[in-house]
């Protein structure tokens, strides 16, 4: 691995007088910070190692050696470590800020009017202030930034109804969430369209990315042609353009062939849908917090669907007392049911279930149409039935 530098500047260091053409040298002007102050570059999928510094009187420099292209980075400062030091204590005193760039090799430099207007990270973090700082010198930046402009009213409306949500302790307007998902996955497909960079646009392709069986292959065929002109100049293409073949035996429709289960009694049986019926299946389990927390919402969904739809939960507990005893303090009222060893490590490959709980909706036919996590994101598709 190239070595990686970083430095702390000095007031009256002298610019280069020539753009690097084999590295990078991110000058910052943060005016506000306390001197000390952390800074912290990470870079997208460790494509180097993190780079670190600190701000001296308002400025600080960072340098680094990026192998290919332009990389998505989080810039972040944090003041905690000389604050304690100092004995301050104030909490609006102590600095948690981040900035999100794309830098690539050559002389970058990067500003704020103050550091109280960059985002502040974690669950404070407003997109409206990434618009308070500017990256200059790196052309992928200029792009994703456009992008970001354009996108800025659309992804903050989303980010506010999902957190009001929470904040408020209330069920969030499922079917306006997937509503501003869908504009924006539109406004994203456009400009990937509209702007040839990329490193960028490999960036944006991640919000293109659907949950398994909520997609058609066509929809597949609608984003790997937005590529189609690129070679394989980056490895990161390669993956992308893997990761959207495997993705194709995921797509809608693929029949749910399913698997050994055993209820209550102790009885194994094949787990199956009913023809000519819709069938929702909830794969959870009883150590599984979020899972059981989604069930008063499900319950909700049960009693405004038991009509139509065949609900079934699926428990993936290894320990049979566990399951037996959640089922017995939830009392859901609809199928219950543990899968055997062997169904539980097939669910993953065959449906691509890496986390619980997941709901699976399947169609009349045999065919899945959803998969997700979320049990609003299962009432927005509901509505479409």
């Known amino acids: 691995m190239k070595r990686i530098y970083s430095i702390i500047i000095l007031p009256l260091l002298a610019a280069c007088s020539h753009t690097p053409a084999d590295h990078f040298v991110l000058h910052g002007t943060v005016p506000g910070a306390m001197d000390s102050t952390e800074v912290d570059l990470q870079v997208d999928n ?145 400009f990937i369209a509209a702007n040839r960079h990329l490193s960028v646009n490999l960036h944006l392709a991640e919000m293109l990315e659907m949950e398994p069986f909520t997609y058609t292959q066509a929809d597949l065929d609608a984003v790997t042609a ?37 209820n209550l009694q102790g009885d194994t049986l094949r787990l199956g849908t009913t023809p000519g019926r819709y069938t929702l299946i909830d794969f959870w389990a009883s150590w599984c917090g979020p899972c059981r927390a989604s069930f008063p919402h499900l319950r909700k969904v049960y009693e405004a ?34 899968a055997t060893p062997s169904f539980s490590r097939a669910i993953g490959k065959a449906y691509k279930i890496t986390s619980i709980p997941t709901f699976l909706l399947i169609g009349p036919d045999g065919g899945i149409i959803f998969s997700g996590h979320d049990s609003n994101d299962l009432d927005a598709q509901l509505e479409k039935l």
């Open 226 to 262: 937005l590529f189609a002109g690129y070679t394989d100049t980056l490895p990161a293409l390669r993956k992308f353009r893997e990761d959207y073949r495997a993705a194709s035996a995921y797509t809608q429709g693929k029949p749910f062939a399913g698997g050994e289960v055993y």
């Open 46 to 190: 460790r494509t180097i190692e993190p780079i670190e510094g600190y701000i001296i009187n308002g400025k600080f420099e960072l340098k680094g050696q990026l192998p290919i292209g332009a990389v998505y980075a989080r810039l972040s400062m944090n003041n905690n470590g000389i604050a304690e030091r100092k004995g301050i204590q104030e909490e609006n005193a102590v600095k948690y800020v981040e900035a999100n760039i794309f830098i690539e090799n050559g002389d970058l430099t990067f500003s704020t009017p103050h550091i109280d207007n960059l985002p502040q990270s974690f669950w404070r973090y407003d997109i409206r202030r990434e618009n308070n700082y500017t990256l200059k010198g790196s052309a992928a930046h200029d792009v994703f930034d456009r992008y970001r402009r354009a996108t800025l009213d659309l992804q903050y409306r989303l980010r506010r109804e999902e957190r009001a949500a929470w904040e408020e302790k209330r069920e969030p307007d499922a079917k306006a969430i997937a509503a501003m998902r869908s504009e924006l996955r539109q406004a994203t497909h456009e």
């Open 305 to 338: 669907n038991r009509e139509k739809i065949e609900f079934i939960s699926v428990s993936l507990d290894k320990n049979d007392s566990d399951w037996r005893k959640a089922t017995d303090e939830e009392k859901l009222p609809w199928q219950q049911y543990c």
